[in-house]
C-alpha cells in the first residue's frame, strides 16, 4: 500500500487486486487496525511443545533429557 497527497489530506491506495480479493469499492468504510498491538502467531505449531507445555499446567516436569515420541506413545 501507498500513502499519497490528497488535497489536504492523505489517502492510501489500495492495489486492484486488494481491492477485487476484500470486495471493496469507492465510498466503502473500513477499519484499520494496528496489529502490532496484538500477537500473531504465523508459524506452524509443534506439537511436542505444546505436548510440553500442557505437562507445565499440570505442574509435571519433564526430566531434561526427555523426548516425546509420538509413534512410542502409542504402542504403548
Not at 486492484?16 to 500473531?40: I, N
Amino acid at each position: 500500500m501507498q500513502i499519497a497527497k490528497w488535497g489536504d489530506s492523505l489517502a492510501v491506495l489500495l492495489s486492484s487486486e486488494f481491492v477485487k480479493e476484500k470486495g471493496l469499492s469507492e465510498g466503502d468504510e473500513v477499519d484499520f487496525v494496528d496489529l502490532r498491538k496484538t500477537t500473531r502467531i504465523s508459524e506452524k505449531a509443534d506439537p511436542k511443545a505444546e505436548f510440553v507445555k500442557a505437562m507445565d499446567q499440570f505442574r509435571w516436569p519433564a526430566p531434561a533429557d526427555y523426548k516425546f515420541d509420538r509413534e512410542e506413545a502409542n504402542e504403548r
